[in-house]
């Protein structure tokens, strides 16, 4: 399926229909959770290193606040345009719900290929976008975080920018921000553990120890590298990874310290890595491995009606947003696999993010052990809640955990009433 044909917006959409239909729930109870509260295209203007002025679009969509400020990362990606964004904004609304943090959901985005611009460039680009958006975000309102292809820096730019427009300092605008200006311990590798410590509880429940699995991991970013990482210490076998540049296999276990020293060199990619018995393969022929878990951890629709038949997984951990098409869903399911969903599988960086903007609030900060504690903590009763429902009736995981979200968005909903 490509691009053209794919909207993930409408993918999500179907996936709340499907949610509210276990629930019997009126469409009257679940409409307002189809259509984003607040959208916001902008265009604007920078001046590039040669003198030249370029203009991006860029957009910033609050899809709910029913549960608290609408929460999201601010992706640059050439591929950026609204429906994403509207999926990506939705999908952190379920997943601020099903992990129980008084968030509601938001995304971002500017439609660029950050590899072409210089460092000064990217500074400005993001200090600009800021300022175009600063009317919708705040700590009390809409706080942005790192996605695709932005990080600890980019945060750093939109935290100033925008404590320089308010005459002040104001480190609870963002998340992911570097330790110096208010970030928390254990928030760069708090989506890569949550994945991690899903996989642990799936494993936990089907009674298979962590040393008999072999896992492929598709997307070595920070998610990826991290959950790899993490499964390599509790001595899972990972005997296949990718990046965008193609993936390296090795039946027998790839070496994943030395790998991620590798990649830790800016500039090395996975396609240039050598090493004994390490074989090139595909970022398809990745998904296809024949492995027990499989995690795709790049970008959305990576598993499709096209290639679902062909999985060999009997276990699919989603640390990407979205990787898995409504269309595979229901293929996957006739197969037996299990899907733990993304909105459960990587809700450990929005977790996190609740932590670091409680310490902004709150002018504290926690110890490293704390944060992943109740990490650990909010996650694993997380996942009891969903994998409980999915038993009482039957569903996969994905239709028990949205059917949570859900029915604490309805009644959120509810209590509050409809203005005016």
């Known amino acids: 399926m490509n691009k053209e044909q794919y909207n993930p917006y409408e993918n999500v959409r179907a ?37 030249s002025v370029r203009v991006f679009e860029g957009f910033r969509i609050q899809h709910s606040s029913s549960r608290g400020p609408c929460k999201g990362g601010i992706r640059f990606h050439q591929n950026v345009d609204d429906n994403e964004v509207k999926a990506l904004a939705t999908w952190m609304t379920f997943k601020c719900a099903v992990v129980g943090i008084p968030y509601g959901g938001a995304k971002g985005g500017i439609k660029v290929d950050p590899g072409t611009l210089s460092h000064g460039e990217l500074e400005r680009m993001t200090r600009r976008y800021t300022a175009m958006i600063a009317p919708l975000i705040g700590p009390d309102q809409d706080i942005p975080a790192p996605d695709v292809n932005t990080n600890g820096e980019v945060m750093g730019w939109i935290m100033d920018t925008y404590s320089m427009l308010k005459g002040r300092a104001v480190p609870g605008v963002v998340t992911g921000k570097p330790l110096e200006i208010g970030g928390s311990l254990g928030r760069p590798e708090a989506t890569g553990r949550g994945v991690m410590i899903t996989t642990r509880e799936t494993l936990k429940k089907l009674n298979i120890p962590f040393d008999s699995v072999r896992i492929a991991i598709q997307g070595m970013g920070n998610v990826g590298s991290t959950a790899a990482g993490l499964l390599y210490d509790e001595g899972a076998k990972i005997i296949a990874v990718s990046d965008v540049s193609g993936g390296i296999s090795n039946p027998a276990g790839l070496n994943i310290p030395d790998i991620l020293k590798y990649l830790s060199v800016r500039g090395n990619l996975l396609k240039d890595y050598a090493a004994p018995d390490v074989l090139p393969i595909s970022n398809s022929e990745l998904l296809e491995t024949e492995a027990d878990i ?17 999985i060999k997984a009997s276990i699919i951990v989603e640390g990407a947003n979205g990787p898995t098409a409504v269309e595979a869903d229901g293929i996957l399911e006739q197969k037996g696999i299990i899907v733990v969903p ?29 944060v992943n504690n109740n990490l650990n903590r909010i996650l694993c009763n997380a996942f009891e809640e969903v994998y409980a429902l999915h038993q009482e009736k039957n569903v996969t995981l994905r239709t028990s955990a949205y059917a949570l979200a859900l029915k604490k968005l309805v009644s959120a909903k509810k209590v509050r009433g409809i203005f005016p």
Request: aromatic share 8%.
């Open 342 to 370: 993304d909105i459960l599988a990587n809700a450990g960086g929005v977790i996190v993010s609740y932590f670091e903007w409680v310490q902004n609030i709150q002018s504290l900060m926690w110890n490293k052990e704390e």
């Open 294 to 310: 499989l995690i795709p951890a790049a970008l959305e629709n990576q598993i499709t009606a096209a290639n679902a038949d062909r």
């Open 15 to 51: 996936t709340i229909k499907h949610a509210a239909e276990l629930l019997n729930l009126e469409e009257s109870d679940y409409i307002a959770t189809m259509y984003p509260e607040r959208e916001l295209k902008v265009t604007f203007p920078v001046k590039m290193d040669d003198g």
